[in-house]
């Protein structure tokens, strides 16, 4: 069997065995079982494709396997994976595994929970190692699908009109990719769905791909909160549980970004090339619109989904620079986004668990009475705004370098005012900790609050460790992804 199938038959077995668990603990020892054996296997795989860089090996995709599925539509199983995919399953087993200590004590309904946020994590697995146009589709639409359920189910507040917005919109993206999707394959003329055998043959008609273009980023913009399609994520975000909202924010929006690199940039190089300024233009506007919204919110949710679509705006305005500095930023952007906020989420949902409520203006002094959690939301706040030494400053500062490498004025009056979203970031996140974290507690109930449980510990633990790995540490991490980003920029260069 190829080893990128365990990352697909895990989560099987776990749902198979959620299935047929009896009890509150067989259940959450098959998550920890699956979720641990999901990072193994996505840190096993980090090895081995270090290895395989190390000696050279890293030119095309590697550890490939192609099963045909249904010859008469050139249907098949095609996998495989280059640096960007490894790091995105090495973030998605991270989220997952830390996800499922942050959902330990949900109630009620905890089988039913955990079997529709595995299959989530399935379609999420799977889409980051297709090389198919329609299996990674399919695990797309997979992924989407349990979000209506989890929200609408376990959410709080307007869960019902949060779950129905979040799924009609994503579904009407969905609808866009596939039109785009058939489109790509029609006009190349190929013979197979393979997303490699379409980009070497290279042959769709500038004409069509300036329709296909739009269409397939428009499709994967939506999910990655694209101006003005981005307005399903707030209340996504606000109504989720703690685990959805880390793996919703942390994970399936990456499906977005990680979807317009690897298909509309890549096999439409042409028309992005063409159009990426009308593109650089609602990017740029999600950046600095999200950012000057988290300002003004008072829910702590909607200021962290609110910065997220600032955030996750970078990764698509890095992506339209169209040179290889911003490209590997825009991953990274990724990663760096994936891990903090998957952080402030679960200390959103911790401190919400105590307290009940989610109003800035009805908290304060929290760090007498819980220590463990404000100290952790500081280090996720300044993670937030870029502080150097954590994940948050290397991703934007590549970013930045690389887009300000556009020499003429369009781009880097662009890239300025994107620049300005981090000291809109940072008057937010300063003024948000200074307030709930500080000052005097007068709530009496307050008083009585306890800090962090140890499996809410081993969750938030494990993310500080990741941010402040990646910012610390963070050259193998873009080496990896710097050489896997060649193949498509190298096409997008005029």
Not at 55 to 66: E, H, I, P, Y
Not at 190 to 201: F, V
Not at 309 to 316: E, N, R
Request: aromatic share 12%; glycine share 8%.
């Amino acid at each position: 069997m190829n080893f990128l199938s365990i990352f697909v038959l895990i989560p099987l077995l776990m749902l198979a065995a959620l299935w047929a668990a009896r009890g509150i603990k067989a259940i959450r020892g098959v998550m920890v079982a699956g979720a641990s054996a999901l990072l193994a296997a996505s840190i096993i795989l980090t090895f081995l494709y270090l290895e395989e860089r190390h000696a050279g090996n890293t030119a095309k995709m590697l550890f490939r396997a192609d099963t045909l599925w249904y010859a008469p539509l050139h249907i098949a199983y095609s996998v495989g994976v280059d640096g960007i995919s490894v790091a995105m399953l090495l973030l998605s087993s991270i989220i997952v595994f830390t996800g499922t200590f942050a959902s330990w004590r949900l109630q009620p309904l905890t089988k039913e929970y955990f079997l529709w946020f595995t299959l989530l994590s399935l379609g999420v697995f799977g889409f980051f190692i297709s090389v198919d146009l329609f299996t990674m589709f399919m695990f797309y639409e997979i992924a989407l699908i349990p979000m209506y359920l989890l929200i609408g189910v376990w959410g709080s507040g307007r869960k019902e009109y949060a779950a129905m917005k979040l799924t009609l919109m994503l579904m009407g993206g969905s609808a866009f990719l596939l039109i785009g999707i058939l489109g790509i394959f029609s006009g190349s003329g190929a013979t197979t769905m393979n997303i490699l055998e379409i980009a070497q043959l290279h042959n769709i008609p500038f004409e069509q791909q300036c329709i296909w273009f739009p269409l397939t980023f428009l499709g994967f913009g939506v999910l990655g909160a694209l101006f003005p399609f981005h307005t399903w994520s707030p209340d996504g975000h606000a109504s989720a549980p703690t685990a959805v909202s880390m793996l919703h924010a942390g994970v399936l929006m990456k499906l977005g970004g990680y979807g317009c690199f690897r298909i509309a940039m890549f096999l439409l190089p042409e028309a992005a090339q063409e159009l990426a300024w009308i593109f650089l233009i609602l990017t740029g506007i999600s950046v600095v619109y999200g950012a000057f919204s988290a300002c003004v919110q008072t829910d702590l949710k909607y200021i962290n989904a609110y910065s997220s679509v600032s955030h996750c705006g970078l990764v698509l305005f890095a992506i339209l620079m169209l040179n290889r500095t911003a490209a590997t930023g825009a991953i990274l952007q990724m990663l760096s986004h994936g891990l903090m906020t998957a952080l402030f989420f679960a200390l959103i949902g911790m401190i919400y668990g105590r307290t009940h409520t989610r109003d800035v203006r009805e908290l304060s002094g929290l760090m007498k009475v819980m220590p463990f959690l404000s100290v952790c939301y500081v280090i996720a706040g300044l993670a937030n705004l870029g502080l150097p030494g954590l994940s948050g400053f290397v991703a934007e500062m590549t970013i930045f370098v690389g887009s300000f490498q556009n020499a003429d004025v369009f781009h880097r009056t662009l890239t300025v005012l994107a620049c300005s979203s981090i000291v809109i970031t940072a008057v937010y996140i300063l003024r948000l900790v200074g307030k709930i974290l500080y000052g005097t507690c007068t709530d009496k109930h307050h008083l009585e609050l306890t800090d962090a449980t140890w499996d809410e510990r081993v969750a938030v633990i494990c993310l500080i460790v990741c941010v402040a790995g990646l910012g610390l540490a963070p050259f193998w991490v873009s080496r990896m992804i710097g050489q896997s980003v060649i193949p498509v920029v190298s096409q997008l260069m005029p």
